[in-house]
Each structure stands twice: as structure tokens, then as C-alpha cells.
């Protein structure tokens, strides 16, 4: 089953604009590694089911959270172009976060307990993301109101889903 999606994002520094992206079933795969400011080191992993669309070099995909992250109610959507990359949560969660290598963007972090001021430093980003999926590796520093609260690596699989 194939979307089409359009939406415009303003982020500081550049507009990005999508025209309608046809979006492909495919089968998303996150494995992250936190390391919290203590040096305590958690991971997980992540397999769901998602949309995802590619083209003239810029690539989106999207998935529903569950009860499994604990952002249930969430749509996660993360979009990848040349200058950097964007996840945006919208639903019982609302965030931005903005990664482009080298640099440090500041996001709201939105819950239904409140709002805070986060920061993300970005230390790499890594994609081989193409018209079929691939991949997507991102190595940053997070903090909270300027507190450094660790450093997070994902890597995120993104295969076609043929039967979907």
C-alpha cells in the first residue's frame, strides 16, 4: 500500500518542503545505546511496522510508538535530507529535534506533565538511506536545561516490506 503525504517544516536555518512523497510499507528496526552522565549504559531494541518514501535525495519514514517505548499515542517521523536530519513526535508526546553534524539545535520536549528546553549536540550521522530503505546511524549528546544528560547511538534499519 502506497501514501502520499505534503507538509511544510520550518526549522532554524532552513525551510524544508515536501511535496507529495509516495510513502511504501516497509519494516523499521531501531537499536539504540544511552549512555546516561553517570556512565550507567542502557540499550534497546525496537521492531515495528512503518511508511516510507524517497525522493530527489530526501527521505522520510514514520511509525506509531506503542506501549513498548512508553510513547504510546505518539506518531514518530524522521526526515533525512543533506542538511541534517529531523524527528518530530506529535500525539501524547510533542517534540523537534534537529541533528546536523557538528552543531548543537535546541528543542522543546513537550509532555502532558509539562515542557522543558533540551539540547542535542550532534556528533555524527551516518545514512545509506536510498529508494529502498537502508540505514540511518546517529551519535549525539543530549542535555536538559544545559545539564549534559549523556550521550545516545542509534541505528535504524529500514527494509521494504513486501508483504505488507
Known amino acids: 500500500m ?3 503525504s505534503q507538509f511544510a ?3 532554524p536555518g532552513f525551510l524544508l518542503y ?4 509516495d510513502m511504501r510499507d516497509v519494516i ?3 537499536t539504540g545505546v544511552q549512555n546516561d552522565a553517570n556512565g550507567e549504559r542502557d540499550s534497546a531494541e525496537l521492531v515495528t511496522a512503518g511508511k516510507y518514501g524517497f525522493e530527489n535525495g530526501e527521505c522520510r519514514f514514520t511509525y506509531e510508538e506503542s506501549e513498548l517505548t512508553g ?3 505518539t506518531r514518530t517521523t524522521f526526515t533525512i535530507n543533506p542538511m541534517g536530519v529531523v524527528l518530530r513526535r506529535e500525539g501524547s508526546l510533542n517534540s523537534e529535534m534537529v541533528f546536523q553534524q557538528g552543531r548543537k539545535n535546541y528543542f522543546l520536549y513537550e509532555t502532558p506533565f509539562g515542557s522543558a528546553t533540551m539540547g542535542v549536540d550532534t556528533r555524527r550521522i551516518d545514512t545509506s538511506l ?4 537502508g540505514s540511518l546511524e546517529l551519535d549525539y549528546n543530549i542535555d536538559f536545561n544545559h545539564t549534559p544528560m549523556g550521550r545516545n547511538k542509534f ?3 529500514v527494509k521494504e516490506n513486501k508483504h505488507g
Request: cysteine-free; hydrophobic content about 50%; glycine content about 14%.
Open 71 to 73: 510513547l504510546q499515542g
Open 18 to 21: 515536501y511535496m507529495s512523497m
Open 9 to 11: 517544516l520550518v526549522l
Open 2 to 4: 502506497q501514501i502520499a
Open 155 to 157: 541505528r535504524i534499519n
Open 28 to 30: 523499521i528496526s531501531i
Open 130 to 133: 536510498g529508494e529502498h530503505g
